[in-house]
């Protein structure tokens, strides 16, 4: 018996791609550039499988290492000490090609500017690099995995972990690196929590086995706390540095046994079956969707033309069709009046919400913080309080940014809704092929403003004598005038006791007020700090919604066009084919002919692979 192997995601996308340059060149032939300039741009963005996988985990855990490992190249720069603080996108590339991203553009750097710029060293001459992109030739990257190694983020809390949340819906898979020198805490617990809401493949890269003799038990006891907290999330056990010397001895039996103990392999083999194959099949699907919806749209004029050639006996269903196209361009100038109108107040009605989500929750932390404040001493928790001010924030700021990116594709789908007649337009728009940009400000989430503390110092010992001696003075002085009309020295027992009661008050009193003071500075300096944040979250959530508005207005726009230039190609060539002499139409129908059958074979190619 014979067995079928079924065609991997990478022969699946040759072939999409083969099916989508014929139909470009069918769609110029036609005389339907606008369809094919469309086409092209279209189709580049559905033959990009989008396997993006997020490499997620705390300091000192081996992120960059895992993804060199799993890449067989040293793509992420790796440092003993300084963390990952850049987010590194790993692509492929026909040649090694490393560029770092900037307020100021893109620019190609060396390896050693690299690994400055992603572990910190070098700030960016225009203000804090927002992300570093590196090419590999790689035969995974090749397949259509994108790994995007991200800075440093235990939790949900924090600048840098906003910015992971904020890209878990762009992400088809999630791996979070965590060391087996422990278990898993109880902050990567809620960044698997949070990944799985949003993300099919979610898996836990149990690392530096090779250092740790009991990484089995911690093994175990991840799965158990997975499985107590309800999340199906699959534990692999692997070691960068095992990968690394079975590299080195590579095509000998220990070089295989080490290669097989780094788990190196299994997890590569892992993201093939589970990330890479799903997404080759659904950009497969996606451009052959695509490409029969614009297929039966351009079939459309030279079936009117060949109903008109064929004479009399089609006049009847020629005179239809011409009715159901007049009635067409009707309702497409109607559509293109309401999409815009949809378009213009959503985003308007976007943009005032996610403002308000974004100070409200902003304004909810304010508010927590404060109360606290007020009840503490700042200059004995500070050191507590920063990190969960900063937490508290960015988990305030993913929230909102999550939030927006689900009302940005409702959007897309209720514009989208104006193009959906399956009768008239086979290739209705949906949100799967509305182009939604995400991501594009995820990076600058790591660089949020850092609080700066304000003035905590507390009264030392010497001014706590010196504010006693001033406040005993007086005391001093009073009691002993009083007691010397009895005989009594100036400074007896009773000027001293005296001294020392309104000193204490004195030193209390100060005490007081300095903590006022300090409760005080540290309220403004917190206020201030909420006020920068928000002002400058304010601005990137603006611009991510006037890129989303041009992005969804271009699309739509280009689509409104081509159903107004296609139902007018139908009217032009049914009216040409009337006045055509009875030699010319003879020429003309084998021609039409011929066309319809090249776009029939196309559209039988489309239905066959979907």
Request: with cysteine; aromatic share 2%; proline share 5%.
């Amino acid at each position: 018996m014979t067995t079928t192997t079924a065609p991997g995601p990478a022969h699946l996308r040759r072939a999409a791609g083969a099916l989508l340059d014929d139909a470009v060149r069918a769609a110029r032939d036609l005389g339907r550039a606008d369809v094919a300039s469309s086409l092209v741009r279209d189709g580049g963005r559905l033959l990009d499988p989008g396997a993006r996988v997020l490499v997620v985990g705390d300091d000192e855990q081996g992120k960059s290492s895992l993804v060199d490992a799993l890449l067989d190249d040293d793509a992420c720069p790796v440092h003993p000490d300084v963390p990952t603080a850049l987010p590194t996108v790993v692509v492929h590339a026909d040649e090694p090609s490393a560029v770092l991203v900037g307020p100021a553009g893109r620019e190609t750097v060396t390896a050693a500017r690299l690994a400055d710029a992603v572990t910190g060293r070098d700030p960016g001459p225009d203000g804090p690099w927002l992300q570093a992109e590196v090419g590999r030739p790689v035969p995974l990257l090749a397949e259509g995995l994108t790994l995007i190694d991200t800075p440093s983020a235990g939790g949900t809390g924090g600048a840098p972990a906003a910015a992971v949340l904020t890209g878990l819906p762009a992400a088809d898979a999630v791996v979070l690196v965590s060391d087996a020198s422990r278990e898993l805490s109880l902050g990567e617990i809620e960044l698997l929590r949070a990944a799985r809401d949003h993300v099919v493949t979610v898996v836990v890269a149990l690392t530096k086995i090779d250092l740790y003799v009991a990484w089995r038990e911690v093994r175990d006891i991840d799965l158990a706390l997975l499985a107590d907290h309800g999340l199906a999330v699959e534990v692999v056990t692997v070691s960068a540095e095992l990968h690394r010397h079975a590299t080195t001895r590579r095509g000998t039996d220990l070089g295989d046994e080490l290669e097989a103990e780094s788990g190196v392999p299994a997890l590569r083999e892992l993201l093939r079956r589970r990330v890479v194959a799903p997404a080759g099949t659904r950009t497969a699907r996606a451009v052959h969707e695509h490409v029969a919806g614009v297929l039966a749209t351009l079939r459309e004029a030279p079936a009117t033309e060949l109903a008109a050639l064929e004479g009399p006996e089609r006049a009847r269903e020629l005179e239809t069709e011409l009715a159901a196209a007049t009635a067409r361009a009707a309702a497409v100038k109607e559509r293109s009046a309401r999409w815009q109108q949809t378009l213009a107040d959503g985003i308007t009605d976007l943009t005032t919400d996610v403002e308000w989500d974004l100070r409200d929750r902003i304004r909810q932390v304010l508010r927590t913080a404060e109360e606290t404040l007020e009840v503490v001493d700042p200059a004995r928790v500070w050191d507590q309080f920063d990190p969960w001010l900063a937490d508290e924030l960015g988990r305030a700021v993913a929230t909102t940014y999550l939030w927006a990116g689900e009302r940005t594709w409702w959007l897309a789908e209720k514009v989208a809704a104006h193009f959906a007649d399956p009768e008239t337009d086979p290739d209705a728009d949906t949100p799967d092929r509305a182009p939604v940009p995400e991501g594009r400000f995820v990076a600058e989430l790591s660089a949020l403003p850092e609080l700066v503390p304000p003035d905590l110092e507390r009264m030392n010992l010497t001014q706590g004598v010196l504010s006693g001696l001033k406040g005993s003075y007086g005391g001093v002085l009073m009691v002993g005038l009083i007691t010397t009309l009895s005989g009594m020295a100036l400074i007896n027992p009773f000027s001293i006791g005296a001294g020392v009661l309104l000193g204490g008050r004195t030193v209390r009193d100060e005490r007081r007020r300095a903590l006022r003071r300090r409760r005080l500075d540290a309220r403004r300096v917190v206020r201030q700090h909420t006020e920068e944040v928000q002002f400058v979250l304010g601005k990137h959530t603006k611009d991510m919604l006037r890129e989303v508005q041009r992005t969804l207005r271009d699309h739509f726009a280009a689509r409104a066009e081509e159903a107004s230039v296609g139902v007018a190609a139908m009217v032009a060539a049914a009216t040409a084919a009337r006045k055509l002499d009875a030699d010319v139409r003879r020429r003309r129908t084998t021609e039409v002919r011929a066309e319809l059958a090249r776009l029939d074979d196309l559209l039988a190619r489309c239905g066959a692979a979907a």
